[in-house]
């Protein structure tokens, strides 16, 4: 039987904050979590859009759901963000890491990061550093973060993770969705090792039709990619499809630190969840460890989580 919303357990109780919950498969997380008794914080970087996405949602919420603007391209945001998650709760049961874009022409960020390696990793490591310390002890606490299967042609150039000396937007995007998976493990190895009530894990949507690629689109003013992308349209499957593997590594009572789900049809593209392999740089310790390594220096901050 496919695994459903309905299959999850109650979430009253439990605060879950999910990033780039305004669009897409956040969106549609933030729905499934507030409609189960969740109280949910909507991490967005434009506070218009998150309101509007609270006043969606609203009606099908049962408990809470407030509007968090944070901006993962901006370090100094995502550290207020995370304050005011502590101030404000001073505990959290789940973190999304869900929030992402894709192909860009180069930009960076506020830190001067690559767009997409600083705001889909660098951004979520800093995040994560700062409120692991609010999930410490919490009975079933979870981070999922959200990678692609733009992971398998991943590569983690260590020699230019910036893209400083050439720029590929796809393998920039790549680099960051591996990134995402790598991370989402040696968390889980880190945790596992000291101890923690905390798992982490990893998921992805197959092909889901959300603002991702429009916005992919626009950014590089490319007619051809809208062209392929709407001859590809009956690949796609809904949004809320997509966040099924999300949405299972967060809830499922039979999910695990460690693991990896995705849709189990036609190559991982689309169906319903099931655990999928994993892109095999991201089972790499080594590859792993350097990548945790570098993120904490590069955002300046440790994640505190003890080595195995
Ligand atoms: N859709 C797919 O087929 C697909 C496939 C593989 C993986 N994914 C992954 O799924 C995740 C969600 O994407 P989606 O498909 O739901 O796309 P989406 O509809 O474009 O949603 C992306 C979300 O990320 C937010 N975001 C972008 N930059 C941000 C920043 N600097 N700070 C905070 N939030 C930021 C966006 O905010 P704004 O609305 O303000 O732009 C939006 O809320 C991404 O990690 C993506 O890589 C998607």
Known sequence: MPWTMADSPDQSGRIALITGANSGLGLETARA????????????????????????????????????????????????????????????????????????????????????FGTNHLGHVALTAALLPLMEGRSDARVVTVTSGAQYFGRIAFDDLQSERRYDRWAAYSQSKLANVAFALELQQRLAAAGSTVASLAAHPGLARTNLQPASVAAANSKLEGLAYRLMDPLFQSAAMGALPQLYAATAPEARGGEHYGPDQWGGMRGWPTQVRIAPAALDPQIRRRLWEVSEQLVGQAVPAQAP
């Open 33 to 116: 979590l507030a409609s189960r008794g969740a109280t949910v914080v909507l991490a967005c970087r434009s506070r218009r859009r998150g309101e509007e996405a609270r006043a969606e949602l609203l009606p099908a919420a049962a408990a809470g759901l407030e509007v968090l603007e944070l901006d993962l391209a901006d370090l100094a945001s995502v550290r207020a963000g995370a304050h005011w998650v502590r101030e404000n709760y001073g505990r959290l049961d789940l973190l999304v890491n869900n929030a992402g874009v894709m192909a860009p022409p180069r930009m960076l960020t506020r830190d001067g990061f690559e767009l997409q």
